[in-house]
């Protein structure tokens, strides 16, 4: 398969804690993107990181690429229960192809 | 700006049946893609567009038909529904960096299709 592969699958916290989830891929990329999707609604985009970048700032959310370890993880500080959603990471490769991979996706559910 | 509409957002099939979802975005982006969402799936590419009269296939297309004649528009055509078809599908365009990949998607709201 060509997914990426996300860990945890599920992930419950309180509110005020820190979530991280991580993202692993196999093949040199060309970026690497975060999305979030609440239950039963479209993705909304979170963070854009370039191959060339290691780290980007978006709010309470930092994402930072490996790209020797070809991991990506993504950090959401002070949590609140509106963050309470699935969180996907999509990367395209740097070869020809154009194609978005995807991988299977972060429940997290933050208690209030 | 409207964004990414998809059109209708609730359909039920037959076996056998055909149909076309709809998709529109006005953002003049290049690259149009179609997903199918299923539990514990995450997303699969249909297929996808880099640009008016080009189409290529993602990892799951059979079954499926697209065209893209205009930059604004990308149906997706299910030539024989089955229930295996039975899904919530997601259109998104986004445009094109400098190395031709894509960059930010916006998706539309879905369609969740059931097939009998």
């Known amino acids: 398969s060509q997914q990426g592969e996300e860990d945890p699958q599920a992930l419950s916290i309180q509110e005020g804690e820190n979530a991280t989830m991580n993202c692993s891929y196999k093949?040199?990329?060309?970026?690497l993107q975060w999305y979030r999707q609440n239950s039963g609604r479209g993705l909304v985009h979170l963070i854009l990181?370039?191959?060339n970048e290691r780290e980007k700032h978006s709010g309470r959310l930092r994402v930072t690429l490996d790209t020797s370890k070809k991991s990506s993880s993504l950090l959401i500080t002070a949590s609140r229960a509106a963050d309470t959603a699935s969180y996907f990471c999509?990367?395209?490769?740097?070869?020809?192809?154009?194609?978005?991979?995807w991988g299977l996706g972060t429940s997290l559910a933050v208690n209030p | 700006n409207a964004g990414v509409t998809q059109t209708p957002k609730f359909q039920v099939l037959k076996t056998g049946q055909s149909m076309t979802l709809q998709c529109a975005q006005d953002?003049?982006?290049?690259?149009m893609s179609w997903y199918r969402q299923d539990p514990g799936m995450g997303l699969r590419l249909i297929h996808y567009?880099?640009?008016?009269?080009?189409?290529d296939q993602g990892e799951v297309p059979n079954g499926y038909n697209v065209s893209r004649s205009t930059t604004e528009d990308f149906p997706l055509r299910l030539l024989s529904a089955a229930p295996s078809q039975t899904s919530v599908y997601f259109c998104?365009?986004?445009?094109?960096?400098?190395?031709?990949?894509?960059?930010?998607?916006?998706f539309g709201p879905g369609t969740r299709l059931t097939v009998l």
């Open positions: 567009s880099v640009g008016a009269g080009i189409t």
């Open positions: 953002m003049n982006h290049e690259y």
């Open positions: 998104a365009s986004s445009s094109q960096n400098r190395a031709l990949k894509p960059d930010e998607q916006f």
């Open positions: 990181i370039r191959s």
């Open positions: 093949t040199s990329i060309n970026n």
């Open positions: 999509a990367f395209a490769n740097a070869g020809n192809n154009r194609k978005l991979i």
